[in-house]
């Protein structure tokens, strides 16, 4: 199988064990990449990223172990410093 395609189908499964939620805020994707607050399209182009949780810059690997799906300002948040995982 090429390496597309399976990590399309790791994208997939991701999506499905996130119950279609960012890993960090929780907060819901939608097919369109929307993310909906309280009713309300919060922004339309907030989009579905495949994120590291441990940065390969701080010695995290590529393995899908490592992957998850965020929104796009969590994943831009977390490498800030003193940024704190709303998950806890």
């Not at 929780?26 to 907030?46: H, L, M, T």
């Amino acid at each position: 199988m090429q390496k597309t395609l399976r990590f399309k189908r790791h994208k997939e499964k991701q999506f499905v064990l996130q119950m279609g939620r960012c890993f960090y805020c929780r907060e819901k994707f939608y097919e369109d990449y929307q993310i909906i607050k309280a009713g309300v399209v919060v922004n339309r182009y907030r989009h579905i990223e495949v994120d590291h949780i441990v940065s390969l810059s701080k010695g995290g690997t590529n393995d899908y172990s490592n992957l998850v799906l965020s929104c796009q300002p969590c994943n831009l948040e977390k490498e800030k410093e003193g940024w704190v995982n709303p998950r806890g």
